[in-house]
């Protein structure tokens, strides 16, 4: 069997393994649903705007507005994205006036709120800061504790995703 563990990359070669054989076992989907057996119920954008706006004012008060949540059907997300932010820009008369947007991967309306907050959390965090430097992952780590094992989680579940499709 020829399983693309490439969301893995840079992990060490250990941890590679243990994923391999959880996958070989077939106890990838079993171990993700005894860590995360709770899926949120936020499937409107309207709700999910009200969720990044709930944890925005917990953690950045003082950030930048944010005009626009959604859920985002063209986001691929094992290659390439699970969320976006977007900073536009428009001249309007003699003054610039900007707007944040955050779109989500709408293949998160059916995961795990602990999966959702993560990707919310590293949107939000693009507000202050544009790049993944380590003041950005300080921040995700501010915003959430457990954001790295969050997001090695994440990977895994994207990879049960990819294999269960």
Known sequence: MNIDLSLLRGYPESVIDQVENLIRENKLET???????????INTNKALYSYVQDI???HLKRGAPIHKVSF????????????????VSRVQGKNLKSKSEIRIAAVFKKAPEDFLHMIVVHELAH?????????????????????YRLE???RLYLISLNLSS
């Open 152 to 154: 090695f989680d994440l």
């Open 31 to 41: 171990y993700l649903a005894s860590r995360y057996p709770d899926k949120h119920s």
């Open 127 to 147: 507000l202050k800061e544009k790049d993944h430097s380590k003041d950005f992952y300080r921040l995700c780590v501010h915003m959430d504790g457990d954001y």
């Open 72 to 87: 985002d059907e063209s986001i691929e997300t094992v290659y390439n994205a699970l969320g976006l932010h977007s900073f």
């Open 56 to 58: 925005k004012k917990t």
